[in-house]
């Protein structure tokens, strides 16, 4: 994982490994989404910036055949800039899952 990628999920508290399901109880009460896209996560989240654009995107991608809430998933890229609002950021995320 690249250093600025590292810096940015220790300043959003995204866990590296994890499931769907776990991933959606950590970012459903703090203004954040996840949404299946074949076999990758997209996944939004919230996280204070006084100049207003708080919205990150991340991305992870299943790591075994099981795509359920409970199958396990990798974080793959988190964005290095923020977001005006969460649809900015799911842009971001797709555009990056491909």
């Known amino acids: 994982m690249k250093k ?4 940015k999920t ?5 866990p590296e490994a994890t499931t769907p399901e776990n991933l959606e ?3 459903m009460n703090n203004l954040g989404t996840i949404l299946t ?3 990758r996560i997209l996944a939004v989240g919230y996280f204070y910036d ?3 654009r ?12 099981d795509h359920t809430c409970e199958g396990d ?3 793959v890229s988190v964005s ?3 977001f005006i609002d969460n649809g900015h950021a799911m842009a971001w995320a797709m555009s990056k899952a491909n």
């Open 25 to 27: 109880m950590k970012l």
């Open 50 to 52: 006084s100049n207003g």
């Open 80 to 82: 290095d800039e923020t």
């Open 4 to 7: 600025t990628t590292a810096q």
């Open 73 to 75: 998933i990798k974080l």
């Open 54 to 65: 708080s919205y990150y995107g991340a991305v992870y991608r299943f790591t075994t055949e």
């Open 10 to 14: 220790a300043a959003y508290r995204l």
């Open 37 to 39: 896209f074949g076999d």
